[in-house]
């Protein structure tokens, strides 16, 4: 029985040996590949076809198996951590810009894998590894860190040992599962929070929104109803103060006090009296229902939650008598006439509710 502190002991954690073993065939001897004491269990180290059994004690089996373990607990906190920054960031500034959003939560997923990758566990006395002490190496040879078991292990192979540093490879795959999932979900959890708002402009001017000193975005003027009027801004959802200005000479034009619903669209169109805006559903292919279902938006600060799945933006939905639209099923547009022009309907119940 060899005493590794001893005979086979190696200083530092990456000074072993190489052995440049012939592969699947190997003859190993059966003595612990960390202390070099009479070896009881077998611990496979994959390499392709050249799979192997490496021998370790009782004592150090628990070190050498304990690197699975190791990597579940890691890419745990990876996910946790992943999910946690990518969907509550918002919650923790509301100024925060997609691409940080992105980089900060894939950081966060990150830091437990580097921790992994860069943190190697407590070596105790006695033993040559904290985890496994032999290992495929990168130049095809087995990396040991005992010098006894390699030594023995290349004697009953006829094969060449020599000294090289040795790093046990601890991550998986997929560990890196987390960080990745990471950049899928931080987007979404940015748009839930930062919610899209069409902003139609009728003034004269370029108008820049502005939240608590922010600016959101500038939107070009558009007099006529059309289906590319207007910008879709991002703007953190709650109860928000929105300050429209003129771009060009800075001065204030509006200021609303909102409530800004996550995950939902909205509509704003500051400074549009005398605009009437409505939801127009066309019903196809029922005989008794010809006429579209008009709603008007309604309310003094312009800026309304919209539907989910608004098919035409400022525009009229397809005529319902044309063909191909027979089959059934309804589309949804939001329109928008000077109130003088606007169907009745709309411009009546929108003027009696403003009141
Ligand atoms: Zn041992
Ligand atoms: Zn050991």
């Known amino acids: 029985m060899a005493d590794s502190s001893s005979t086979g002991g190696v200083g530092a954690a990456e000074l072993g040996r190489a052995v440049a073993l012939p592969g699947d065939r190997a003859?190993?001897?059966?003595?612990?590949?960390?202390?070099?004491?009479?070896?009881?269990?077998?611990?496979?180290?994959?390499?392709?076809?050249?799979?192997?059994?490496?021998?370790?004690?009782?004592?150090c089996l628990l070190h050498a198996a304990s690197g699975f373990t190791r990597n579940l607990a890691t890419a745990l906190s990876s996910v946790l951590l992943g999910v946690a920054f990518s969907l509550a960031l918002p919650l923790w500034s509301d100024a925060l810009p997609l691409g940080w959003h992105v980089t900060i939560a894939v950081g966060a997923a990150s830091v437990p894998v580097a921790m992994r990758a860069f943190l190697s566990p407590r070596r105790r006395p006695g033993h040559t590894a904290s985890g496994r002490a032999a290992f495929w190496q990168f130049d095809g040879t087995l990396g040991c860190t005992n010098a006894t078991f390699a030594t023995a292990l290349a004697r009953a192979n006829s094969v060449e040992c020599h000294?090289?540093?040795?790093?046990?490879?601890?991550?998986?795959?997929?560990?890196?599962?987390?960080?990745?999932?990471?950049?899928?979900?931080?987007?979404?959890?940015?748009?839930?929070?930062?919610?899209?708002?069409?902003?139609?402009?009728?003034?004269?001017?370029?108008?820049?929104?502005?939240?608590?000193?922010?600016?959101?975005?500038?939107?070009?003027?558009?007099?006529?109803?059309?289906?590319?009027?207007?910008?879709?801004?991002?703007?953190?959802?709650?109860?928000?103060?929105?300050?429209?200005?003129?771009?060009?000479?800075?001065?204030?034009?509006?200021?609303?006090?909102?409530?800004?619903?996550?995950?939902?669209?909205?509509?704003?169109?500051?400074?549009?009296?005398?605009?009437?805006?409505?939801?127009?559903?066309?019903?196809?292919?029922?005989?008794?229902?010809?006429?579209?279902?008009?709603?008007?938006?309604?309310?003094?600060?312009?800026?309304?939650?919209?539907?989910?799945?608004?098919?035409?933006w400022f525009a009229p939905n397809p005529p319902a008598d044309e063909d191909g639209r027979s089959s059934g099923g309804s589309l949804l547009a939001i329109r928008q006439a000077p109130c003088n022009r606007a169907p009745s309907a709309t411009d009546e119940r929108a003027k009696s509710r403003t009141k």
């Open 163 to 312: 000294p090289a540093r040795v790093r046990e490879p601890r991550l998986a795959v997929w560990l890196f599962c987390a960080p990745l999932l990471a950049v899928a979900l931080a987007p979404l959890g940015y748009g839930l929070h930062n919610p899209r708002v069409r902003v139609v402009n009728l003034s004269a001017e370029r108008i820049a929104l502005r939240l608590e000193g922010r600016t959101l975005g500038t939107v070009m003027p558009s007099s006529a109803e059309s289906p590319a009027a207007g910008a879709v801004l991002r703007v953190p959802a709650g109860e928000r103060t929105i300050t429209v200005v003129s771009d060009e000479r800075g001065q204030v034009l509006s200021e609303v006090r909102v409530t800004v619903v996550a995950g939902a669209m909205h509509l704003f169109a500051p400074g549009s009296d005398g605009t009437c805006f409505w939801l127009e559903e066309t019903l196809y292919g029922r005989v008794d229902s010809e006429a579209p279902r008009l709603e008007p938006l309604t309310g003094s600060e312009r800026f309304w939650v919209v539907p989910d799945g608004v098919d035409t």
């Open 27 to 59: 003859v190993v001897p059966q003595i612990c590949a960390c202390c070099a004491a009479d070896g009881v269990r077998g611990v496979l180290e994959r390499r392709g076809a050249s799979d192997v059994f490496i021998p370790y004690c009782d004592a």
